[in-house]
């Protein structure tokens, strides 16, 4: 007879069944799935550690007749565990743990197998591999210090970022918050204090994760009802990097949760890395208990870099591609990219591009070009006037209408449009839009703001207006 995991599992399943309450059965054995059968070790995967505990607690010795039966006295069973609160990646980690099984006859002699050895367990309890579960950084290697140009505009995040990595936990930066405009370089940095932290301090538990990231799997975890073992499984790093916690705003649990791992970690003096677009006294709809916690640490801006900052940062990203390029063209590119560091790689790859695609040399004139796209596509401010003529266009109303007192909601909902533009388009303050729509306050179009955010979330109709006019209005 030829025995596979599948055919040994079904007829210990159908002994089981005959032996447990129905109800137990479906809890316990159903949601089982035999792996592997490698001489008489069964490996068979259960869905979470809990899952594992339970049947080592209650069923072992059901479990052992069972196997026993099917593949005699040597019978083994080994557990693929999925962890399932490893938070860090996407597929699940899959801990393999030998049943400790205990023979009730002869509890003093346990043996249990690893796939690899065998060796002798005194403590039927410790649980090989469990207690350091390894979990992936996250972190990319590519953004590390070497590559970081220094400059004024980020001295001070740099040295402290520096100072974070060669203590973690062990300075007063902690947390430490990283925070300054788009493409300036904050993702990077803070990756280069974890990569430079897992180079120094290899054991160290670090993870980098993104705030949306975080709490996508915070609202999981609540929705699967393993809320705890998310924050254990947080509570465990030794170094948490979070990027970009500007989008915990509004998010009332996510906030929440994070306050209470921030708690946990900072006691233990284990070291968090934040990023923000803002300072934190520039953060909106964050409670004021988590943006106290932020002022705990350092808050250190990194700023637009200035010429001599921009032209180094060019010329590493050359030097590091191996392309030459004549100083005046370099200058050019830096005198007319000013205020983002990504902007000024974006030109670099394109001026490779376009260079090698067309056979062309670098020129003033190919440069001056790519400059004009990126300087185009990124300087075209849209005025408030000019959206709310293209959302009252949108809907078909005038402008008048748009801003007018009626309280009728497709109205309501193209004002309320108009302002959420105007305040993710311009520069203009909240008032400042509010006076310009129709006299309002800065509070209505908060509002507005918050309003939008929530619909596009729950309406469909409601985000392809939103994405619709998006289009629109950016070009
Ligand atoms: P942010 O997260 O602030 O939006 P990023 O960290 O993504 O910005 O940086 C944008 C790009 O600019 C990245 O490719 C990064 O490597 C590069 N960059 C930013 N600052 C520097 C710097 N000081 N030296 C070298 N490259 C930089
Ligand atoms: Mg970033």
Request: net charge positive; charged share 25%.
């Amino acid at each position: 007879m030829n025995y596979t995991a599948d055919s040994v599992w079904t007829e210990c399943l159908s002994f089981i069944k005959d032996n447990i309450k129905p109800q137990a059965y479906k809890t316990w054995f159903e949601p089982i799935k035999p792996v592997k059968l490698s001489g008489e070790a069964l490996t068979i995967q259960v869905p979470s550690k809990f899952f594992y505990e339970w049947l080592e607690e209650h069923y072992i010795k059901l479990l052992r007749v069972a196997l026993v039966r099917q593949l005699g006295n040597d019978a083994k069973l080994i557990y693929d565990v999925k962890m399932e609160n490893s938070y860090s990646s996407n597929r699940p980690q899959i801990v393999k743990i030998p049943s400790s099984n205990r023979d009730p006859l002869k509890p003093q002699n346990v043996t249990v197998s690893l796939e690899s050895d065998k060796r002798e367990l005194r403590n039927p309890f410790i649980i090989p591999g469990l207690q350091k579960v390894k979990i992936e950084s996250q972190l990319n290697p590519n953004y590390n210090f070497a590559n970081f140009v220094e400059g004024d505009s980020n001295r001070l995040a740099r040295s402290a970022g520096m100072a974070v990595s060669n203590k973690p936990g062990g300075t007063s930066f902690n947390p430490l918050l990283i925070y300054g405009g788009v493409g300036l370089g904050k993702t990077h940095l803070v990756h280069a204090i974890g990569v430079q932290i897992k180079d120094k301090y290899p054991d160290k538990t670090v993870l980098y994760i993104s705030s949306e990231k975080f709490s996508q799997q915070y609202i999981d975890s609540v929705r699967s009802n393993t809320r705890n073992d998310f924050i254990h499984f947080y509570q465990m790093i030794d170094v948490l990097i979070i990027d970009d916690v500007q989008f915990f705003s509004g998010k009332a649990g996510t906030q929440d949760v994070f306050f209470h791992i921030f708690n946990h970690l900072h006691q233990n003096g284990k070291q968090v890395i934040l990023s923000s677009d803002k300072a934190p006294v520039d953060m909106q709809d964050i409670e004021q208990r988590l943006l106290s916690r932020f002022k705990w640490g350092l808050s250190a801006e990194l700023q637009a870099p200035d010429y001599e900052t921009r032209v180094s940062i060019l010329q590493n990203k050359l030097f590091r591609d191996g392309v030459e390029m004549p100083e005046d063209i370099v200058a050019y590119i830096a005198k007319n990219i000013k205020s983002n560091v990504r902007e000024l790689e974006g030109v670099i790859i394109s001026m490779i591009a376009q260079a090698s695609f067309n056979k062309k040399e670098f020129s003033i004139e190919l440069a001056k070009q790519i400059v004009d796209k990126f300087v185009k596509n990124t300087k075209k401010e849209v005025s408030v006037d000019f959206i709310q003529k293209e959302v009252s266009k949108y809907f078909d109303m005038d402008v008048a209408t748009l801003q007018s007192k009626t309280r009728k909601r497709h109205v309501v909902q193209a004002r309320q449009l108009a302002m959420y533009f105007a305040k993710r388009l311009t520069k203009a303050s909240l008032a400042s839009i509010g006076s310009q729509i129709g006299h309002r306050d800065h509070a209505t179009v908060l509002h507005a703001c918050k309003t939008v955010d929530n619909l596009t979330e729950t309406d469909k109709q409601f985000k392809k207006y939103v994405d619709d006019l998006m289009k629109k209005l950016s070009f």
